[in-house]
């Protein structure tokens, strides 16, 4: 189900990405504050399901913006984190090649503790062996601490109904979505992916969600999805799902009526 083309193409990837890395940063250390107290401290599980080819060339010329195979790496290592699994997920054989080289040039060290994996797959196949990847890295589904992550072109590269069944089995997964707010207003009324934002939380089985300030293109909006509670991250554009904000959020980024400029957002450096 994984759509075809370049990832995340346009004006706002930077942003994007920023906002993605701040997510993973602030989830690994939540991960590595729990598995500190524990004895037997298992691995962070990482999926992410549109990878593409790890670089955006396309942006930001000549240096490119990293995408976020990579963003996810240098979060690991920003927070010393290194006990980690991740799976990088496209069909595309040509990006999951390159993805490979780019890999490599930040996981020289070595490290025996964390393992990566890059896959060529239709990520709604895939998604259907992730409890079984989370059994062989040594922690039980319903355990699992990590993330799934979701950056598709559009809405056509969500296999709704297979992260359906990861999350009932993996309910301490966390969810990290860049939902396409035009592209979904865009389908036709009952196409099998057309879901409104509001119905995300009760799909992917997660009480607690955080939304960002959409991105002036497309509409895409970062969500975060988890079943523990956690504060806002306000100066970032990330309000609570139910907050005054998050309410406002919602409803510009669901009405077909209405065309959204966002307001100047907090900004960090990584």
């Known amino acids: 189900m994984t759509a075809r083309g370049g990832q995340g193409q346009g004006a706002s990837t930077e942003e994007k990405i920023r906002g993605i890395y701040g997510l993973l940063k602030m989830n690994i250390d939540m991960v590595r ?22 670089w955006n060339h396309r942006v930001n010329p000549p240096h490119g913006v990293m995408g976020s195979p990579l963003v996810f790496l240098q979060a690991a ?27 490599e040039l930040m996981t020289t060290d070595g490290s025996i503790e ?19 990847f989370i059994k062989q890295g040594g922690d039980r589904p319903e355990f699992a601490l990590g993330t799934i ?27 990290i979505f860049n939902f396409p707010g035009t592209g979904m207003k865009r389908l036709p009324e009952g196409h099998i992916n057309r879901v409104q934002l509001k119905d995300v ?5 997660k009480s607690h969600w955080l939304v960002r300030e959409p991105m002036p293109s497309q509409q895409f909006t970062l969500l ?30 669901s009405s077909p009526a209405r065309s959204y400029v966002h307001p100047d957002q907090g900004t960090f450096d990584f």
């Open 77 to 103: 290592v920003d927070t010393g984190f290194d006990n980690y699994r991740a799976w990088f997920v496209d069909e595309n054989p040509q990006a999951t090649d390159e993805l490979i080289r780019q890999a």
């Open 224 to 253: 975060m999805g988890r079943n523990t509670e956690s504060g806002d991250w306000s100066k970032a554009g990330f309000h609570h799902w139910d907050s005054r904000r998050g309410r406002e959020i919602r409803e510009e980024v």
């Open 114 to 132: 964390s393992e990566l994996s890059v896959v060529t797959s239709d990520n709604g196949d895939f998604c259907e062996s992730i409890p079984d």
């Open 33 to 54: 504050g729990i598995r500190s107290r524990k004895t037997s401290a298992a691995a962070y599980f990482h999926f992410d399901l549109n990878c593409g080819c790890g």
């Open 201 to 205: 939380p009760e799909l992917f089985r």
């Open 149 to 175: 992550l979701l950056d598709p072109n559009g809405p056509n590269g969500v296999p709704w109904a297979q992260l359906q069944a990861v999350f009932a089995q993996c309910e301490r997964l966390d969810c």
